[in-house]
């Protein structure tokens, strides 16, 4: 039928047991989907489903996935999945949580109301992250995405933001360390 939308057939091994397709899947879905596809709108549910999965490799899986789904969605729905998104990025797997929390930064080049909506997101999660076990690396990565993010679209807000989390790091050794991105 015209119009109907075909996932591709890799896209079931993302959620399966074996880990060689899943890996395989992963790959070939994360490459497709560094641009816009017409599938995203048919998998975007299951996939923010997934951010709860039991497995924590799915749930990696699905933060990464649907952060390349939203770069490139022009609605906003991806700022009502946001929490969802930012409870991965706390995972009590720290691989897990750090996978999702690297690709945030890709919502920010869907749209000025999806940026504006990340960068408050990003302002609550630094703060939050002062009182977890891997505060400093979670600081690092939030002001490396947001250079990442600034460097796709030049947005001062970006910039200001970064600063001001480079700014609020009590400890001096990490400040030049987080700076090191901005320079």
Not at 69 to 86: K, N, W, Y
Not at 130 to 149: A, H, M, P, Q, Y
Not at 175 to 183: E, Q
Request: glycine share 6%; net charge negative; proline share 4%.
């Amino acid at each position: 039928m015209p119009g109907d939308v075909v996932i591709p057939d890799s896209y079931s091994d993302l959620w399966g047991a074996d880990r060689g397709r899943q890996n395989a899947a992963y790959e070939s879905l994360m490459a497709t989907t560094e641009q816009s596809v017409p599938w995203a709108g048919a998998v975007w549910d299951d996939v923010v489903g997934h951010l709860a999965d039991r497995d924590n490799h799915n749930r990696a899986i699905a933060g990464q996935l649907l952060c390349n789904l939203a770069a490139h969605e022009s609605s906003d729905r991806v700022l009502g999945d946001l929490p969802a998104l930012i409870v991965v990025t706390k995972d009590p797997r720290f691989v897990t949580a750090r996978h999702t929390l690297r690709s945030l930064w890709k919502i920010g080049l869907a749209g000025e109301k999806q940026r504006a909506g990340l960068l408050e997101t990003l302002r609550v999660r630094y703060r939050d992250s002062f009182d977890e076990k891997n505060g400093t690396l979670v600081r690092s990565d939030l002001v490396e995405s947001l250079r990442r993010l600034h460097d796709a679209v030049p947005d001062e807000a970006v910039s200001e933001l970064a600063q001001e989390f480079i700014a609020a790091e009590p400890e001096e050794k990490y400040r030049k360390k987080y700076a090191k991105f901005w320079r």
